[in-house]
């Protein structure tokens, strides 16, 4: 029997995953961390260094379910379940992997699925980072060989390798909104390469610390013969920006996704107006109704006034607890035409006391540590550095309805 472990990198494992390999996962982190979120098919066996296995766990259990086949041991960052494993080793089994870096190094993991379009000229790329389900765009004009970002997340060198694989320089980054469920990359990409940075211009009503170059309604950025056209569209916030690409792909933000639309109480108090007039939004206990009207408003009076066949590319895709998509899969293109949404998404169908009710009455829990994350994201504070960043973000993203 040998002394080292075989290791696994978050990629090899994904890979294991999707092409439907034999093992079991084993999370060795506490109940309540596996709770909240594990890789999906994965068996909670708590386990200390020092304390051993957890309450209902004993090593004839754990020998049982060893003896089924090969395990591959995961836990935060790679330290207990690379103890397991050793132990397991000792006892005799051989069969045992564990996943470097742990569900740390998960919460990082991106593919990237290129947009079929019809124009030899237009590039769309959407990167998704695999266990948040969130979506960023890469959109390029290749004669040009110039690219924006639409909203990078931290790890944005990631957008930057979509760009450069593609030979197109990156001349602009672009938020949709101040976001809640991570934090953005989009200021620290725009500051590396010396490239404006742009957000909505009611980003400025959310004491935003950060400068930006300020974007209103029918606000255009062009790419010689792309145009990215700003479209205002508050109700998931009151600062949300979509992205009309070349007058056919729509980038969505949190405003509507292929499976449902934004949640809209994270940043809305009591203080509103109309958005004509443009909202006043204040700190503190969130107002759902408020965000809810304005979000039906930008629903029915901007986004279901585009033709059937605008391609909606949202910003996020729902994740459970089980990091199993709530559509299509990882490595899938996460998009679907407007026409197919208006037909049979029942939150595009309802009138507006209804739609408001429901989504009111069905508030999901909010993501954790989002207060941080949108004083981080606003600038008015920082991040201390990689620990905390990585424990802030930690679990799926939570914005939808």
């Given at each position: 029997m040998?002394t080292l472990l075989?290791?696994?990198?978050?990629?090899e494992?994904?890979a294991?995953?999707?092409?439907?390999?034999?093992?079991?996962?084993?999370?060795?982190?506490p109940?309540?961390?596996?709770?909240?979120?594990h890789i999906?098919g994965?068996?909670?066996v708590?386990?200390?260094p020092i304390?051993?296995?957890?309450?209902?766990?004993d090593w004839k259990?754990?020998e049982?379910?060893?003896a089924?086949?090969?395990l591959?041991?995961?836990?935060?960052k790679?330290l207990s379940s690379t103890s397991l494993?050793?132990?397991?080793?000792r006892?005799?089994?051989d069969?045992?992997?564990?996943?470097?870096?742990?569900?740390?190094?998960?919460?990082?993991?991106?593919e990237?699925v290129?947009?079929?379009?019809d124009?030899?000229?237009?590039?769309?790329?959407q990167?998704?980072?695999?266990?948040?389900g969130c979506?960023?765009?890469?959109?390029g004009?290749?004669s040009?060989g110039?690219?924006?970002?639409?909203d990078?997340?931290?790890?944005?060198?990631?957008f930057?390798?979509?760009?450069?694989d593609?030979?197109l320089?990156i001349?602009?980054v672009?938020d949709t909104?101040?976001?809640a469920?991570?934090?953005?990359?989009?200021?620290?990409?725009?500051?590396?390469?010396?490239?404006?940075?742009?957000?909505?211009?009611?980003a400025?009503?959310?004491?935003?610390?950060s400068e930006?170059?300020s974007l209103?309604?029918?606000d255009?950025i062009?790419?010689v013969d792309?145009d990215i056209?700003?479209?205002y569209a508050?109700?998931?916030?009151?600062d949300m920006m979509?992205?009309l690409?070349?007058?056919?792909y729509?980038l969505?933000?949190?405003?509507?996704f292929v499976?449902s639309v934004?949640?809209?109480?994270l940043?809305?108090?009591?203080?509103?107006?109309?958005?004509s007039t443009?909202?006043?939004?204040?700190?503190?206990?969130a107002?759902?109704a408020t965000?809810a009207?304005?979000?039906y408003e930008?629903l029915?009076?901007?986004?279901?006034?585009l033709?059937?066949d605008?391609?909606?590319l949202p910003?996020?895709?729902?994740v459970d607890?089980e990091?199993?998509?709530g559509?299509a899969?990882p490595g899938?293109?996460?998009?679907?035409?407007?026409?197919?949404?208006?037909?049979?998404?029942?939150l595009l169908s309802?009138d507006?006391?209804?739609?408001v009710?429901?989504i009111?009455?069905d508030?999901?829990e909010?993501?954790?540590?989002y207060?941080r994350?949108?004083?981080?994201?606003?600038g008015?504070?920082?991040?201390?550095?990689?620990?905390e960043?990585t424990e802030?973000e930690l679990?799926?993203?939570n914005c939808?309805?």
């Amino acid at each position: 029997m040998g002394t080292l472990l075989h290791q696994l990198t978050v990629q090899e494992l994904a890979a294991d995953l999707d092409a439907g390999k034999s093992f079991t996962v084993v999370d060795t982190r506490p109940p309540e961390s596996f709770d909240a979120w594990h890789i999906e098919g994965a068996v909670n066996v708590p386990y200390h260094p020092i304390d051993g296995l957890g309450e209902g766990w004993d090593w004839k259990r754990v020998e049982a379910l060893a003896a089924e086949g090969q395990l591959v041991t995961i836990c935060g960052k790679g330290l207990s379940s690379t103890s397991l494993g050793f132990e397991l080793r000792r006892r005799g089994y051989d069969d045992v992997s564990v996943v470097k870096g742990g569900m740390e190094d998960w919460s990082k993991l991106y593919e990237v699925v290129e947009v079929e379009t019809d124009d030899d000229e237009l590039f769309i790329a959407q990167v998704q980072r695999r266990a948040k389900g969130c979506l960023g765009y890469v959109v390029g004009a290749r004669s040009a060989g110039e690219a924006v970002v639409v909203d990078a997340t931290r790890q944005h060198h990631e957008f930057e390798l979509v760009a450069a694989d593609e030979q197109l320089t990156i001349a602009g980054v672009l938020d949709t909104h101040v976001h809640a469920d991570h934090i953005s990359g989009g200021r620290a990409l725009a500051d590396r390469l010396d490239v404006p940075y742009y957000l909505g211009s009611h980003a400025a009503d959310r004491d935003v610390a950060s400068e930006f170059v300020s974007l209103d309604e029918g606000d255009t950025i062009t790419l010689v013969d792309v145009d990215i056209e700003a479209r205002y569209a508050p109700g998931h916030t009151s600062d949300m920006m979509n992205y009309l690409v070349d007058g056919r792909y729509l980038l969505t933000g949190d405003t509507l996704f292929v499976e449902s639309v934004g949640r809209t109480e994270l940043q809305f108090g009591e203080v509103a107006e109309a958005p004509s007039t443009g909202p006043q939004t204040q700190s503190g206990d969130a107002d759902a109704a408020t965000g809810a009207k304005l979000l039906y408003e930008t629903l029915h009076e901007s986004i279901l006034t585009l033709p059937d066949d605008t391609r909606i590319l949202p910003g996020h895709v729902s994740v459970d607890s089980e990091g199993v998509y709530g559509v299509a899969s990882p490595g899938e293109l996460v998009s679907a035409m407007l026409g197919e949404l208006r037909r049979d998404l029942d939150l595009l169908s309802m009138d507006e006391e209804t739609f408001v009710h429901r989504i009111v009455d069905d508030t999901p829990e909010k993501p954790p540590n989002y207060e941080r994350v949108i004083a981080i994201n606003t600038g008015r504070e920082t991040v201390t550095g990689e620990e905390e960043a990585t424990e802030l973000e930690l679990g799926p993203n939570n914005c939808a309805a």
